[in-house]
């Protein structure tokens, strides 16, 4: 049963430009959220996303934007990047039909911007 | 507000008992989890709690809830260097959604 899987795992950008991070939830989970974690930070939440629609939002401007497909699987995407944007980006899936049941998190893709 | 607090670090010798302390904003959070990083790595589920528990023993680890004061730790028993990490504190808020809000971490050394 393979875990959360994110792609790519590093990528390096420069100012302005726009990035599209990927990932694939657990077998069997259904909701996808995407975290950012700043060096020497907690991860910090971005958003969920449930029924291919953004259900809940953190504290990100509209650069950032998501999407969920058919079968779960979920983009991350940023626009107009800034060097404050060099994070880890964790993508953490789970499924509604069993609330008690926690978050599996992927490995996180490593983004670099210069 | 949302806003979980941890220690940045500590550190204990080798064979001692750890223990990782984090406290929390929200009282009606209903889930509380400890998480482990290691460098480079992803986010590795260690243990979770329940808020209608007091205390949860998994093998070396065990986790102590106190609501009143909104404290949780994490007490890591016969500590080895491989428990050298980063370790998140994390609580789920109980809006029906999976958001989950993290402390800072807490990076624990463990010396030989």
């Known amino acids: 049963d393979a875990g959360v899987t994110q792609s790519p795992t590093h990528l390096i950008k420069t100012r302005g430009q726009q990035v599209t991070l990927r990932c694939s939830p657990k077998s069997g989970h259904d909701t996808v959220s995407w975290y950012q974690q700043a060096l020497g930070q907690g991860p910090q939440f971005i958003f969920q996303?449930?029924?291919?629609?953004?259900?809940q939002r953190g504290n990100f401007p509209d650069r950032f934007s998501g999407h969920q497909f058919p079968n779960y699987s979920s983009e991350l995407n940023v626009n107009a990047l800034l060097l404050g944007d060099s994070a880890l980006y964790l993508c953490?899936?789970?499924?509604?039909?069993?609330?008690?049941?926690?978050?599996?998190f992927g490995p996180g893709t490593r983004l670099l911007v210069l | 507000g949302e806003d979980v607090e941890q220690s940045l670090f500590l550190s204990v010798r080798e064979g001692d008992s750890s223990v990782i302390n984090c406290t929390y904003t929200?009282?009606?959070?209903?889930?509380l989890y400890w998480y482990k990083q290691e460098p480079g790595a992803g986010l590795q589920l260690l243990t979770y709690?329940?808020?209608?528990?007091d205390m949860k023993q998994d093998q070396r680890l065990t986790v102590l809830l106190n609501k009143k004061d909104k404290h949780l730790s994490l007490r890591i028993a016969d500590t080895q260097t491989g428990d050298s990490a980063i370790y998140f504190c994390a609580e789920r808020f109980t809006s029906g959604t999976y958001k989950y809000i993290f402390g800072t971490g807490t990076r624990l050394k463990v010396l030989a």
């Open positions: 929200d009282s009606s959070s209903t889930y």
């Open positions: 953490a899936s789970s499924t509604r039909d069993r609330p008690q049941e926690t978050q599996y």
């Open positions: 709690i329940f808020s209608n528990m």
């Open positions: 996303y449930y029924e291919e629609e953004e259900r």
